[in-house]
């Protein structure tokens, strides 16, 4: 169970276009999902909170109107990079958190690797 | 704020070596606590976890254990595999709003037979 999707695994993409990246809970639904960047070699910088029916929820120091944030049903969000450029190539990666009652840890997609050429 | 300090990497260890990853925390409250692993070119999996002092998380011969009283929760691993080698992230969940994983900086871990 708690198996967490994410389409595309990986995409090269031009500077100046947009790119959307899915996230999808396959075996239950969630009501959250959370939204990382992943640089080389380092930890895992969470950008925001997605929460079905309503707006993200951001972190500190991520642009809100580049990195667009949907979560339009229980089993997806999509995250969107607008106007795409080489340094927001990385490794984003998306998690699930599962529904109360089950625990509160989170399960992870296998995450989604962009390159801005 | 709170936050997760791993010791740094990379550990380079023979197969059946004995493994032990420092982690320690800083929280309000009482946080529950996690380790995940992420294999090379691959997302992160929940390896073990505990929510209360005292508890000891276990799983594929992984061992940690949540002390309270030193605020640590160290990984350990009695005899290491070549496919133990990966990247392993100690976390603790957020103590409030949606419930937030605030992640240490990862150890990686090279087993060579």
């Known amino acids: 169970g708690a198996v967490v999707s994410q389409h595309p695994s990986w995409v090269i993409c031009k500077s100046g276009t947009s790119v959307k990246i899915e996230c999808r809970s396959l075996d239950f639904q969630a009501t959250t999902m959370f939204w990382y960047r992943q640089f080389p070699k380092q930890s895992l910088m969470l950008m925001a909170t997605?929460?079905?029916?309503?707006?993200?929820?951001?972190e500190q120091g991520v642009e809100k109107d580049k990195f667009l944030i949907n979560h339009a049903s229980l089993t997806l969000s999509t995250l969107t990079v607008t106007s795409a450029h080489p340094e927001d190539s990385s490794f984003y990666i998306c998690?699930?958190?599962?529904?109360?009652?089950?625990?509160?840890?989170?399960?992870f997609g296998p995450g989604t690797r962009l390159t801005v050429t | 704020g709170d936050s997760v300090t791993q010791m740094e990497g990379p550990v380079t260890l023979s197969e059946e070596a004995f493994l032990t990853i420092n982690c320690t925390y800083t929280a309000t409250g009482y946080p529950s606590l996690f380790w995940y692993v992420q294999y090379p070119g691959e997302g992160l999996q929940l390896l073990l976890k505990?929510?209360?002092?005292?508890d000891k998380g276990s799983n594929k011969g992984f061992e940690a254990t949540y002390r309270k009283e030193t605020t640590s929760f160290h990984l350990e691993k009695g005899s290491v595999q070549v496919s133990d080698s990966a990247v392993y992230f100690c976390?603790?969940?957020?103590?409030?709003?949606?419930?937030?994983?605030?992640f240490g900086a990862g150890t990686r871990l090279a087993v060579h037979p």
């Open positions: 998690s699930a958190r599962v529904p109360s009652g089950g625990g509160r840890e989170q399960y």
């Open positions: 997605s929460n079905e029916g309503s707006k993200a929820t951001y």
């Open positions: 505990a929510t209360k002092a005292d």
């Open positions: 976390a603790l969940l957020f103590s409030g709003g949606y419930n937030k994983l605030i």
